[in-house]
């Protein structure tokens, strides 16, 4: 007698190294793969067209990778806990096979399915597959979570990990065809702008990240990270985000000599390190890890707010940061910082307006990688920038945008602007605007802050809120 399992796609949607894919295919002799078309992906707290639309062509890309196996995709539409037990109804499906998530949304969903499953006597299986090692599998000396990376980096390293796995050649379906994909909203960036989704294009980016001898470019990552005016990271984000390429064979194939993969890796321990903390912290979701800055003041101005939105600040570096994030869905990862660094110190905005906004537009979007960089910046997380450390906007442009070629790209208003004076063009005489073609207050505004009048409001602050909390 035949035996049936549904493996169940969700942040996983690919084929290769897929370890829920592998225990199915041992397991059973036939294996219907299925994707959940759920409200809260499409809606939800953090609404995303270009997250949605990457997700979905994603979507479309694995049904060809298992159409050309032999196994057509299930697509259903409504809450996990009805449509999947209905499935596993419907086929007798034994077993119900999906990669372990983390977040607090996917940890309550997987509860409430596999409580479902579980009532009409069918197996619910998580299997590794999101993390090089999952968010509760790592402790320190004394059985604790980690609060701060560098304990959790060597604990992350010295960690044995599982072994890669080969995609399989075949997939015993059902003999169905695969289902259609329902159309989605468009992106609000632009799709020219936006990486070509599914898990052929995020292999072929791995590939081209991960190359071999001089025209290796992860082995110049050290040195050009951080620069904003070159093409020198992975854009392997949101590849990660959607799990179309695995962590592990990330992490594997990065490995080496060098402080290009070594940085590179420990990048990618951060986004671990992250979910590490929100898997064993969910409050940080809502408030802030630093007991001392739970209650930090902050300023009410929506004019701000809308001005930092648009990239209309008047710092050329941080309104080329945002405009970059409305055009493509994407921003450096140095501008990310520089961009939550002005929300939050030199406005003394909400940083949770600034989560929000972000995850409204980032195509990698991801609830912990997203709170953790926000938190670190805002100073109040865990292994934080130290509230004293207020990002300079002009020398930051300055040092990770030299020539000012990023600035140029993102705020045409300032292209005619000279090298000497494109990260502080508020400062160039009548003259100097007249030639540059560019009047400050009329074709690109004036700072909105002065940036030391708003470091010395942060400083003030932030110290009476730290000195109340020891007080």
């Known amino acids: 007698m035949s035996s049936t399992a549904i493996v169940w796609f969700r942040r996983d949607l690919r084929v290769h190294d897929h370890p829920a894919l592998t225990a199915a295919l041992a397991e059973a002799d036939v294996v219907i793969p299925v994707f959940v078309f759920d409200e809260a992906l499409l809606g939800g707290k953090w609404p995303a067209p270009n997250r949605v639309w990457f997700m979905r062509e994603s979507v479309a890309a694995l049904a060809g990778e298992l159409q050309a196996r032999g196994a057509g995709l299930r697509v259903l539409h409504g809450k996990p806990a009805d449509v999947i037990p209905a499935l596993a109804a419907e086929t007798g499906a034994a077993d119900v096979f999906v990669t372990r998530d983390a977040t607090p949304y996917g940890r309550r969903r997987d509860r409430a399915v596999e409580d479902a499953l579980t009532a009409r006597s ?4 998580a299997r590794t597959g999101l993390y090089v090692h999952e968010p509760d599998a790592l402790a320190n000396k004394d059985d604790r979570p980690f609060s701060v990376f560098g304990g959790f980096k060597r604990a992350w390293d010295a960690a044995p990990r599982r072994a890669l796995l080969t995609a399989p050649a075949a997939i015993p379906g059902d003999g169905r065809p695969a289902d259609p994909i329902p159309d989605v909203a468009p992106p609000t960036a632009d799709r020219a702008l936006m990486p070509t989704p599914g898990e052929p294009a995020a292999r072929a980016r791995l590939a081209a990240w991960i190359g071999a001898g001089d025209g290796d ?3 110049d ?9 070159l093409a020198r990271t992975s854009r392997l984000s949101q590849d990660l985000r959607f799990g179309l390429v695995s962590p592990l064979e990330v992490v594997a194939r990065a490995e080496g000599d060098g402080d290009g993969r070594r ?3 420990s990048e990618v321990a951060w986004r671990e390190f992250y979910a590490h903390i929100m898997w064993h912290h969910p409050r940080v979701a809502t408030e802030a890890y630093q007991p001392a800055f739970r209650d930090l003041p902050v300023r ?5 707010l809308q001005a930092w939105q648009e990239g209309q600040t008047g710092y050329p570096v941080v309104d080329a940061a945002m405009r970059q994030l409305l055009a493509t869905g994407f921003m450096h990862n140095r501008a990310r910082m520089i961009a939550a660094s002005f929300l939050t110190k030199h406005l003394l905005l909400d940083r949770h307006l600034g989560e929000a906004h972000f995850m409204a537009h980032l195509t990698d979007g991801d609830l912990a990688s997203n709170n953790g960089g926000w938190q670190w910046t805002a100073s109040t997380g865990t292994d934080p920038q130290p509230y004293f450390r207020v990002f300079n906007p002009v020398l930051q442009g300055q040092r990770h945008d030299p020539e000012g070629d990023y600035v140029r790209r993102w705020v045409p208003e300032l292209r005619g602007v000279a090298t000497g004076r494109i990260h502080d063009p508020w400062l160039m005489s009548a003259a100097e605007q007249a030639a540059a073609g560019c009047r400050i207050g009329i074709d690109y505004p004036a700072p909105i802050v002065d940036h030391a009048e708003a470091r010395a409001r942060a400083l003030a602050v932030y110290g009476e809120a730290k000195a109340n909390a020891t007080a």
């Open 122 to 125: 069918t197996g619910f299986h």
């Open 221 to 229: 990552y050290a040195a050009n990270r951080d620069r904003l005016d």
């Open 300 to 304: 009410d101005d929506p004019a701000a």
């Open 263 to 265: 940085v590179f890796v």
């Open 217 to 219: 470019p992860v082995g």
